[in-house]
């Protein structure tokens, strides 16, 4: 099993530009999460997905969206870019159900606003 | 709404010595999970412990265990016989499963530093 990917590993985006972050996991699990980690902060949900077809915001959603049409993919969609974007992206996965307790994380992506 | 505090930003230790890391959370469930992770330089969380709060007994996972007090609401993490390979920033995180939703709630890390 590969676990979590994430692509890219690195993006400079320019203000106003748009992208989409991949997420893949490949051991059938149910809920899905995106978070973002600043310079020496912790990191803080985005959105998050209990299933297919199902999402729901985190804390801090806004200039984000999401979409979760299989079990194995949860792309982040970033619209009109700004510098406030810029922070290191984790996509964490999990089974699901009270003995599921484990995140498995993706390697992060990198993301420059400048 | 849960919160997650780590009140020491940076701590240091003598390789081979032990150091405890602290953090305290908020919350009115009664059942829940607590975690400690670590994050080394090249950004990849690794799970470190975990503590069940219906369980009274302190999670121990060889050189690292908690101190899990849950009527204050602590969740400590202590390092026994440091090593270089320790060094790297910590998050405590608490996970939340309200109406079967499981959300994490992070800290905002303590950076150790282990000194030779």
Redesign the interface.
């Known amino acids: 099993n590969a676990g979590v990917t994430q692509t890219p590993k690195f993006r400079i985006l320019k203000i106003g530009q748009s992208m989409t972050l991949q997420c893949t996991q490949d051991m059938n699990h149910n ?1 899905m ?1 995106w ?1 973002r980690q600043d310079p ?6 985005i959105y ?1 997905s ?1 299933g297919a077809g199902i999402t ?1 915001k ?1 804390e801090v959603p806004n200039g984000y969206n999401v979409s979760r049409s299989t079990t194995e993919d949860f792309p982040l969609r970033l619209e009109l870019a700004a510098p406030s974007q810029t922070s ?1 992206y ?1 996509c ?1 996965s ?1 089974k ?1 159900g ?1 003995a599921s ?3 498995y ?1 993706g ?2 992506t990198r993301l420059t606003v400048t | 709404a849960q919160t997650v505090t780590q009140s020491q930003p940076e701590m240091s230790v003598q390789e081979a010595e032990t150091v405890t890391l602290s953090c305290t959370y908020d919350t009115s469930e009664s059942d829940y999970y607590l975690f400690w992770y670590k994050q080394p330089p090249s950004r990849q969380m690794i799970l470190v412990i975990r503590q069940e709060a219906y369980k009274q007994q302190n999670a121990t996972e060889n050189r690292f265990s908690v101190n899990f007090q849950k009527a204050a609401k602590s969740f400590s993490l202590k390092i026994s016989d440091s090593q270089l390979g320790d060094a790297a920033m910590y998050f405590c995180a608490y996970r939340t499963s309200t109406s079967g939703t499981y959300k994490y709630i992070f800290g905002t890390g303590t950076r150790l530093k282990v000194l030779a």
């Open positions: 809920y999460y978070y020496g902060m912790g990191l803080k949900l998050y209990v729901d985190g290191v984790f964490a999990i699901g009270t307790y484990e995140q994380f390697p992060g």
